[in-house]
């Protein structure tokens, strides 16, 4: 997006481009998405950032839609099977890549280490929810950090107060408005209401990425609401990430296999549908809605060096949030049967050494030698892998 938005066409400067970005990772939800809406907005006001966010999304969403479909459908056929199979060890790779690359990034001192140590033990060993370790970690950064000499003042835009709350009233309307019909038509235990209420959830706490929403949501889906299985979960992600939009398409499978899965009163294709619908809705409406509310505010934003430091508290929260699921996906995948284990307070999983798919060990080390070795690119890494795991399983 920089090369082509600043370096191509030219159509803002650098400088501007990178506040742009600031302002979009303070806020919750998928920041390229948000940047292409902010971006269209500035060039073309509420229509430019309409289209921009749209279509941005709109690719990706028919692509997993389709590819969901051919999940649920395609199951029991021997080349999906083992397609899927393949996809599983290029999962693991890609999270332990995505975890890698985020904690150099952001943990830059020891104390945002040890925030990043906090969390994993925070929702590993004591299964604290992430909104609140969200909130715990924007709060710690918030009151640590160090404010220098103040920055020059900027002039407030014209008028942005009436425009935040237009756009806030207009964003809250369409946001909710399909999830008051699920649950007014279908009642509140309807899997309609509870998608629609669990990622608009979502959608306000997706701090640090894709990633870091696919530890919280993956637990939430498979043990909470058990609208599929941990290695069903994999395959989402491996799917997702073979698609030309956002990672955070992934909730759009989710959210299909859910709906198709409890599909009454509908037929399981169309509750599936509706309920992929449901789930892009509001995962993507909720951000877009904060893009156009605090637009006029970006300039002044990027001067509060307090909220800086609460971004950066919770980007190093992300780091164990997304170790957390690096290892959660890890035992499922290797190992298949997983126990989840307490003792008061703690929570920890148990498992047998000596169930080890061997299978899939090794072909996670042919994807690591990919990946890390031979530096192969994300898309790469899912085809070769599943192109590998159909011929596992077309050999027997």
Known sequence: MHRVVVDEKKWIEESRFLHALNFCVLLPGPEAQKLATYIGWLLHGTRGGLAAGILFVLPGALVMLGLSLLYALGRGIPAVEGALFGIKAAVLVIVVEALIRIGKRALKTNLLVGVAAAAFVGIFFLDLPFPLIVVAAAAFGYLTQRVGSPQAEIAPAPGRWRHAVTALLVGAGLWWT????????????????????????????????AYALLAYMAQQAVENYRWM????????????ETTPGPLILVTQFVGFLAAYRDPAPFAPVVAGVLGAALTTWVTFVPPMTLIFAGAPFVEQLRANQRLSGALAAITAAVVGVILN????????????????????????????????DLKVAVLAALAAVLAFGLKRGLVELVVVMAALGVALRLLG
Do not use: C, N
Not at 229 to 240: F, I, K, N, Q, R
Not at 328 to 349: D, I, K, M, N, S
């Open 325 to 356: 699921l690096t290892v959660w996906f890890a035992l499922h995948v290797l190992f298949g049967q997983v126990h989840e284990t307490r003792a008061g307070p703690l929570r920890w999983y148990a498992f047998d050494p000596l169930a080890l």
């Open 229 to 240: 299985s941990a290695p069903e979960m994999v395959d989402g992600l491996g799917l997702a």
């Open 178 to 209: 399909p999830v008051a019909a699920a649950v007014l038509f279908f009642g509140d235990s309807h899997v309609f209401a509870d998608i629609g209420l669990f990622f608009s959830k979502l959608a306000v706490v997706s701090f640090g990425g």
